[in-house]
Nanobody, 114 residues
Framework: QVQLVESGGGLVQPGGSLRLSCAAS????????MGWDRQAPGKQRELVAT???????DYADSVKGRFTISRDNAKNTVYLEMNSLKPEDTAVYYC????????WGQGTQVTVSS
């Protein structure tokens, strides 16, 4: 059974940083595509970042240069380092794991506000 548990969200001022973590069980991160999606109020869920099993990464244009996805295979954990945060980054962030289908965690709230 795949379980993804996110942590690290919170309230941060514009220009600040946060690091999200996603602890995975039932899936070996180094063998599968992992990523982060987000959903802002009243908007559709959107892809933020993806890391393939090869280590290749991809980012939404809106976060390129500011966000970095990484993983720790020993801890079976994937991270999202978020810098230069903007109010429009406010959303619930979901960890995503892809096997025969996509799985998501329960989400963690990120609020960027002064």
């Amino acid at each position: 059974q795949v379980q993804l548990v996110e942590s690290g969200g919170g309230l941060v001022q514009p220009g600040g940083s946060l690091r999200l973590s996603c602890a995975a069980s039932g899936i070996m991160l180094r063998l599968h595509s992992m990523g982060w999606d987000r959903q802002a109020p009243g908007k559709q869920r959107e892809l933020v970042a993806t890391m393939e099993s090869t280590g290749n990464t991809d980012y939404a244009d809106s976060v390129k240069g500011r966000f970095t996805i990484s993983r720790d295979n020993a801890k079976n954990t994937v991270y999202l380092e978020m810098n230069s945060l903007k109010p429009e980054d406010t959303a619930v962030y979901y960890c995503r794991g892809s096997l025969s289908r996509d799985y998501w965690g329960q989400g963690t709230q990120v609020t960027v506000s002064s």
